[in-house]
């Protein structure tokens, strides 16, 4: 489980096929402390295993179903990610409750600032819109936001506040 609370935006060091998995690579920096083989770690939403670690350097593998339905599949060494540890059980909970299980992607049209919100739309396959309810919570690139608006093939989230966005936009990489 995790928050949508952006913790580091780390770098890919390789992308690496591996029969019917594809390795991942990534400098995940400041947030490799406390972490052992076996966590889950939410890679732009996604939670994926450690498989290695080498210093600030942590290795993943993901299966082609993973990287057909994220945005994982289209990473390249030099893209940065958010990451996220998992939450522990006796830690505070910020953000909404998230599980890292993504079902799909959807293209950001516009982002827009409305008096101290931000909306940000995005279009989406009319199977993942069938899921979302306003005041429902979403991750965009492993960014917790809130629903305002659901179509049949769109959705509008907004962060709260300004500051939010601004906290997000320092530690948090989008679209």
Not at 138 to 156: P, R
């Amino acid at each position: 489980m995790f928050t949508g609370i952006v913790e580091h935006i780390g770098t890919v060091g390789a992308v690496t096929p591996r029969g019917k998995v594809v390795q991942l690579s990534i400098d995940c920096g400041p947030i490799v402390e406390g972490v052992h083989l076996g966590d889950s770690i939410a890679i732009n939403g996604t939670d994926l295993t450690v498989t290695t670690m080498a210093g600030a350097t942590l290795r993943f593998e993901m299966v082609q179903e993973t990287a057909s339905l994220t945005n994982l599949g289209q990473l390249r060494p030099g893209s940065r990610v958010n990451l996220e540890r998992a939450l522990r059980a006796d830690g505070r909970y910020d953000g909404h409750i998230v599980q890292g299980h993504v079902d799909g992607t959807g293209t950001i049209q516009e982002w827009r600032r409305q008096q101290e919100d931000v909306r940000l739309f995005v279009a989406c396959a009319p199977e993942l819109a069938s899921g979302m309810v306003p005041k429902g919570s979403i991750t965009v690139d492993g960014v917790s936001l809130t629903l305002v608006e659901v179509g049949a093939d769109f959705f509008q989230c907004r962060a709260h506040s300004l500051y939010a966005v601004a906290h997000h936009a320092g530690r948090a990489a989008c679209g």
